[in-house]
């Protein structure tokens, strides 16, 4: 073996290292990317929950149910018939006089 075998032997395994180191840094690179994307994909999910948590928590705490809200409407519609009905008599009675 000649030293132009060797040097070409070493060339060979200097370029394949380099190579290798090239494409792997590469690899590494593009995971990295993918690394920060979805970390700030996941941090602006965050600060949305964060939002509607916020929204939610400034939300009545009471809450009725429709039937029930009908219920008092319609109670309070009745109350204010009522109360026409009572003023009409009394209207009736002030212009019979």
Not at 12 to 30: D, E, F, M, Q, Y
Not at 55 to 69: A, C, G, H, S, T
Not at 75 to 82: I, L, S, W
Request: aromatic letters at 8%; glycine letters at 4%.
């Amino acid at each position: 073996m000649g030293p132009e075998y060797l040097a070409i032997g070493l060339t060979a395994i200097i370029s394949a290292v380099t190579g290798g180191s090239w494409v792997a840094n590469k690899i590494l690179l593009r995971q990295s990317k993918e690394i920060q994307q979805s970390f700030s994909y996941t941090s602006s999910q965050k600060r949305r929950i964060d939002i509607l948590e916020d929204q939610i928590n400034r939300m009545p705490m009471e809450y009725v149910l429709k039937v029930d809200f009908l219920r008092e409407i319609k109670e309070m519609h009745d109350n204010f018939r009522e109360i026409n009905n009572k003023l009409d008599k009394l209207m009736e009675k002030i212009l019979s006089k």
